[in-house]
């Protein structure tokens, strides 16, 4: 069985404050590692897919890496807006094709 | 960007009620999948659909139908509404040949 843990749970930064938010994931075969971000109250929106230990991926002001056993997204100077969710999900080949997610880091940037 | 719509966005109902969410999508995927969201849990598969002819179970498919009426088009039923089905609906779509899933807006589901 496909399982994501993603810690913290929560975290708060100050404006500027750069830091890392991890999932630790144990599959049979992985096919994907996605990052998602999501608002209150609205549906997670896609940031990025990862398909291979060694791989980085960067929008903005976040960067997502990958080994064979968690991923890291980091944010660097975060800002206000940056505030939000942030899910991590994987699929693999051994289970239904849907995507197994972890419960989120709930990140609060304060101004 | 309304790629993926889902009606009512927000729904209150009585236990023993039929309820059905309906998503529409104009991505022009053939894949589209319904997950459920509680509080503090992670989201969780309940179908899924390769097209018209494909319906799949997820996870936590009891209690749950699905009807795929085209390749735009993928409906979640409760046949009878219980209160612990009450949670955030998510449909998501994906293309043939990525896994990348793209979500909807959610339906907000009360069941009293």
């Known amino acids: 069985e496909d399982q994501v843990t993603q810690s913290p749970e929560a975290l708060r930064l100050q404006e500027g404050e750069s830091s890392s938010l991890n999932c630790s994931y144990t599959?049979?075969?992985?096919?994907?590692l996605f990052w998602y971000r999501q608002d209150p109250g609205k549906g997670p929106e896609f940031l990025f897919t990862?398909?291979?230990a060694g791989e980085e991926k960067e929008k903005e002001r976040l960067k997502a890496t990958l080994t064979k056993k968690e991923s890291f997204l980091h944010i660097t100077a975060p800002k206000p807006e940056d505030s939000a969710t942030y899910l991590c999900a994987v699929c693999s080949g051994g289970g239904a094709d849907g995507l197994t997610f972890g419960k989120g880091t709930h990140l609060i940037i304060q101004p | 960007d309304a790629d993926v719509t889902q009606t009512p966005r927000n729904r209150i109902t009585k236990t023993g009620k039929r309820i059905m969410l309906e998503c529409s999508q104009t991505?022009?995927?053939?894949?589209m999948y319904w997950y459920r969201q509680d509080p503090g849990l992670g989201l969780q598969l309940i179908y899924y659909s390769f097209d018209v002819k494909d319906i799949n179970k997820g996870e936590i498919s009891d209690g749950y139908s699905v009807s795929r009426q085209a390749q735009a088009k993928f409906s979640l039923s409760l046949e009878s509404a219980i209160p612990n089905q009450t949670a955030l609906y998510f449909c998501?779509?994906?293309?043939?040949?990525?896994?990348?899933?793209?979500f909807g807006p959610g339906t907000r589901l009360t069941v009293l």
């Open positions: 998501a779509t994906s293309p043939w040949g990525t896994d990348t899933q793209y």
């Open positions: 990862l398909y291979s």
């Open positions: 991505k022009g995927h053939d894949r």
């Open positions: 599959v049979s075969g992985l096919r994907g």
